[in-house]
């Protein structure tokens, strides 16, 4: 029987409807345990999301707006579903390293059958050597964290290592061809080339970077994401030119990792990527221990050394926040964002740093109804509504607070988790939301965020949020 509830200090159960959720919620009053934040309706309409974009071995973050598998998404939905049928969970990121290229890259975007609500599709992309289709480019590593979350929180733990046995060499291969690919200099951290690998499509932090990309003579091309959610909301048709150039210039490379750094016009250190790997470095050394795989454990360890170091050229003390680098013109990247406290989740930031990481972020939360917005709200290009300009993400919340818990942080966490759980339990599950009236915004019945109800927000006591 699947179960939506695994964790320990909350009732145990093994509900798969409204009724059984219903009857959890009674059963946690009688025996006076701590009731979960996330309303019961909620933790079943995060169940039915899931099952609603489930396309058999993989789910789409959303249908019609995105129709087929993402990298990242896939590895947070797949702990979504480790909730209510691990073996599913495994089957998410089993169909996404099916993808994975012979050098090691983990695709963006995996083009398992074919659709049309969604540009640029793979006669667009057109690469070489996927075993299946894909695009050519990545984003963040988040496959590793996830594995560790579902083996840690398994029933069955035996299962689960095995299962994460036989995605080991998938996964170590997958850092490794960052390091190859994205740091050939060996600085510690890695390049993101294309403001899509870094997840946060159109953050301000690429405004800069982007200034410096020409836009090349491109086929005439016709927005897809447009039919599905308002042009306000979205990225702007000059982002969508450069960001289709330099498409069609890796392609014209064949996507040939060697010559992509050296050429491509936009090259950053991205604080989400370069969080999320160094996060994962920690999670694969512990998964390399728990599976025996002892030699590979100072490769990583090499890993995890240099990129803690990196950190520090990133760290804007007068600001109290990490900003991303333009790798071009060797500066910072101006914009504060969200990204900004993702060294909390990677380890990297110092006590001190993490102590002005939360003045920060206090400060921020208190200019918002709702946290956490992913630019600086006194920025003037904050926009509440516009994608990663502004908006709440729960994913990058989730990361947030496990940082900020871990450096004992626990009233600002709480107050994040609070927020979130707000938002989902009377906004609906949305792709984001907005900070200032908590309206949920762009794609509906969101694959992640139904995730990480599943896999973070019903782990919440309502007396904490
Ligand atoms: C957008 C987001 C990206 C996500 C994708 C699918 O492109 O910016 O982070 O992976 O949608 O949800």
Not at 210 to 215: I, L, Q
Not at 396 to 422: F, K, P, Q, W
Not at 438 to 462: E, N, Q, R, V
């Amino acid at each position: 029987m699947m179960s939506v509830h695994s964790h320990p200090k909350l009732c145990p159960s093994s509900p798969t409807s409204v009724t059984d959720l219903s009857q959890l919620l009674d059963a946690c009053l009688e025996n006076s345990l701590p009731r979960p934040a996330l309303h019961v309706e909620t933790l079943a309409e995060a169940a039915s999301i899931l099952r609603l974009n489930d396309l058999g071995s993989y789910t789409v973050p959303s249908r019609g707006l995105y129709p087929y598998q993402w990298n990242w998404d896939a590895a947070l939905t797949a702990m979504g579903w480790a909730a209510l049928d691990e073996s599913r969970a495994f089957e998410e990121l089993k169909a996404l390293f099916s993808a994975q290229w012979e050098d090691g890259m983990v695709p963006h975007i995996v083009f398992h059958r074919a659709c049309h609500t969604y540009f640029p599709g793979p006669e667009i992309w057109g690469t070489p050597e996927a075993p299946r289709g894909t695009t050519g480019i990545t984003q963040p590593p988040v496959a590793v964290i996830a594995v560790r979350h579902i083996v840690e929180n398994s029933m069955r733990k035996g299962r689960a290592l095995e299962e994460a046995r036989g995605l080991f060499g998938n996964l170590l291969r997958s850092h490794r061809w960052f390091y190859a690919a994205r740091d050939p200099f060996n600085s510690g951290s890695v390049a993101t080339l294309h403001p899509w690998e870094s997840g946060m499509d159109n953050s301000a932090a690429w405004d800069k970077a982007m200034a410096n990309v020409p836009v090349d003579d491109i086929p005439p091309y016709t927005r897809r994401d447009l039919g599905h959610v308002d042009a306000s909301m979205r990225p702007q048709q000059a982002e969508y030119d450069r960001y289709l150039t330099l498409l069609y210039r890796f392609r014209e490379l064949n996507y040939d990792p060697n010559q992509l750094y050296h050429v491509s016009p936009f090259r950053v250190t991205d604080l989400c990527t370069n969080s999320v790997l160094q996060r994962a470095n920690y999670d694969l050394r512990w998964l390399a221990e728990e599976l025996g795989f002892l030699e590979s454990i100072p490769e990583i360890d090499n890993w995890l050394e240099k990129g803690h170091a990196a950190f520090e050229k990133l760290w804007d003390s007068s600001a109290g926040i990490f900003r991303s680098w333009d790798q071009i013109t060797d500066q910072p990247l101006d914009a504060a964002t969200s990204a900004g406290f993702l060294p909390l989740f990677a380890r990297a930031a110092t006590t001190e740093q993490a102590e002005k990481l939360v003045e920060t972020l206090e400060k921020w939360m208190d200019n918002v109804n709702f946290g956490v917005p992913s630019l600086d709200p006194e920025e003037a290009r904050f926009e509440p509504l516009r994608y990663w300009r502004g908006p709440v993400w729960v994913i990058v919340n989730y990361m947030i607070v496990d940082g900020l818990r871990h450096y004992g942080y626990d009233s600002l966490a709480e107050r994040i988790e609070t927020d979130t759980c707000d938002l989902v339990n009377t906004r609906g599950i949305h792709e984001y939301y907005d900070p200032i009236t908590g309206a949920g915004a762009g794609g509906s019945h969101f694959s992640w965020t139904a995730a990480m109800c599943l896999a973070w927000l019903d782990k919440i006591p309502a007396n904490s949020a």
